[in-house]
C-alpha cells in the first residue's frame, strides 16, 4: 500500500503511476527537482512527475500532490 500525502491510497507503486498518468500530469515540471541515487549507480535528477531513468529506464513517480516532498516518491519498475 502507498499513500500520497493527500491521502489518496495506491495498491502498487504501478498504480500510483497510472493515476498520474490519468491525470495527465506525467510531464508536469517538479517544483523541487528530485536528486535520486538510482540502482543502477548513476546520480539522476527527477524534474517531471514520471520521470525514466535516462540510464536504466527505471520509472518514478509522485504524485502532483505530493511534489514538493522527495520522500513520496516511489519507484515502479524498468521502463513501466
Ligand atoms: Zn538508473
Do not use: W
Amino acid at each position: 500500500m502507498v499513500i500520497a500525502k493527500c491521502g489518496c491510497e495506491f495498491s502498487t507503486n504501478q498504480s500510483l503511476v497510472d493515476k498520474v498518468r490519468e491525470l495527465a500530469a506525467q510531464d508536469k515540471q517538479m517544483s523541487n527537482p528530485a536528486l535520486i541515487d538510482c540502482e543502477c549507480g548513476k546520480q539522476i535528477e527527477m524534474t517531471t512527475l514520471v520521470y525514466k531513468c535516462p540510464h536504466c529506464k527505471m520509472t518514478y513517480a509522485v504524485t502532483p500532490c505530493s511534489a514538493d516532498d522527495h520522500n513520496f516518491i516511489v519507484k515502479a519498475g524498468i521502463d513501466y
